[in-house]
């Protein structure tokens, strides 16, 4: 008896020794990650640790992980209670140990997609995604046919799909998400999202089902490989690579949110706010009256005095343009 469960033990543990997976503090914090499946297929380029110093793409420190999807990579579990394989699909993919039945959390990850990504639409491309233990998926985030897609898939089924990023926004450039829920089977639930510090999804409602705990899975996940084969007349799905950092999870936001320097995609995107106020007149055309606004004094001068100046037809007219006032923007009107 005492050989049998020893046996017992010894495989559990062995089992558990495979599949975790070590992810170092730089890039990963407030879970630890496993394998999603429990085969042996993973593939060494699968899933991979990289350096900035080797010329790989990093969100914050000097790590990432690299994942790697290539036509054939599909398993299954060693209990045989899912195939990859007989059910259409591939993935690189790890599962977070940390799970929630109820309450309030925060979860954050940096993803990159590099410039030469292929969509394979129709096929499903999943970059992250909320199961539950022995239960069907929740919220799914999406490449779909580009872009950046967040799924409600609570009552399993599809009851909204809202686009968060375009294809613009995610190719070549690492993007930010943020995500704080209240898991819930009940309507006190919610479920928000922010890409870059914007606001993009806000979703009141049940965000569980009942009675079953939640986890975080991310890694690239491959669904309906035959229709992008069907559609496109070729034998195989092209090779995928995306990279993810700054993987967190915490009962609070700052949590997860910590180790992020700014984001310079959001900087080069998003015009720094306009705190001062130009009026630009004209001397010899007194119906010119120019308001224009700007980061800075100098800023909000030069935008005002561009647009007089391209309002007045002759030359003199132009050259009578001046400032007439320009000074910070009263609080009220921020």
Not at 54 to 76: M, Q, T
């Amino acid at each position: 008896m005492k050989k049998a469960i020893g046996i017992i033990i010894l495989g559990l543990f062995w089992c558990n020794s495979v599949l975790a997976v070590s992810l170092p503090k730089d890039v990963v914090s407030g879970s630890k990650f496993t394998k999603s499946l429990t085969g042996s297929y993973y593939k060494k380029y699968g899933m991979q640790v990289v350096d900035k110093k080797d010329g790989h793409p990093v969100r914050a420190g000097e790590k990432s992980i690299r994942f790697e999807v290539r036509a054939g990579d599909c398993g299954k579990d060693k209990d045989g209670g899912w195939n990859d394989c007989e059910k259409d699909r591939e993935r690189h993919e790890l599962s977070g140990k940390y799970r929630v039945s109820k309450g309030e959390r925060w979860y954050a990850w940096s993803i990159y997609l590099p410039n030469d990504f292929i969509n394979v639409y129709p096929t499903s491309t999943m970059l992250a995604q909320f199961h539950q233990e022995k239960k069907h998926v929740i919220w799914m985030f999406k490449n779909k046919r580009g872009g950046y897609w967040v799924e409600n898939y609570v009552p399993k089924h599809t009851i909204e799909n809202v686009k968060i990023l375009t294809k613009e926004q995610m190719l070549g450039k690492w993007n930010d998400i943020l995500i704080n829920v209240n898991w819930s089977h009940k309507d006190d639930g919610f479920f928000k999202v922010w890409a870059n510090d914007k606001l993009v999804y806000d979703f009141k409602g049940k965000t569980k089902s009942k009675g079953v705990k939640t986890y975080f899975k991310f890694g690239i996940y491959r669904s309906w490989i035959k229709k992008y084969k069907q559609y496109h007349k070729v034998n195989e799905v092209p090779t995928q690579v995306v990279y993810y950092d700054e993987v967190r999870v915490g009962k609070e936001k700052k949590d997860v949110v910590g180790n992020l320097p700014p984001n310079e995609y959001k900087a080069k995107i998003e015009p720094a706010a306009a705190k001062y106020r130009a009026i630009v007149k004209n001397k010899i055309d007194s119906s010119i009256l120019i308001k224009a606004e700007g980061p800075t004094k100098e800023a909000a001068e030069k935008e005002a005095m561009k647009i007089c100046i391209g309002k007045s037809i002759q030359s003199s007219f132009k050259e009578a343009c001046y400032v007439h006032y320009v000074a910070a923007k009263p609080d009220y009107d921020m």
